[in-house]
């Protein structure tokens, strides 16, 4: 498109006109943590099923559950657990119209991208140290 000033610019707004920032990956990881979220609760329709289906299939998917697959799924999952709430955290306190100035803004979207992980991991230590593993 050719502006009024005669210079050639795309129509809308692409990578190489902006740059990275914090707050665009929390925004992106928001939207892959509802895909996630969704994938998530198909597993979870699944366990439904099979506790519907009897203790044979039961033991199947528990069985999964606890194999190294299953444990990286459901840590996986913990993540987009925590990623969903820190976002939605985030948002809720923007919708207030808190949180709007570039340095909080830049606060919150950094909890809500690398909080996650650790509080995962916290989650995860806590259930194998008292003995809540799938096992």
Known sequence: MRQPNGRVRPLSPHLQNWRWHVTM?????FR?????????ALFVLGWLAAVACGPDSFAAVAEFAGSPFGLFIGFGLTVVLFSFLLNGA??????????????????LSNIAVWGPVPLAVLVWVI??????NAQ
């Open 90 to 107: 985030r948002h809720l306190y923007n919708d207030t119209g808190n949180g709007l100035s570039l340095k909080s803004a830049n606060l």
């Open 25 to 29: 990956t929390a925004s992106i990881l």
């Open 32 to 40: 892959v943590t509802i895909g996630a979220a969704s994938v998530g």
């Open 127 to 132: 259930l194998y140290a008292t003995g809540g």
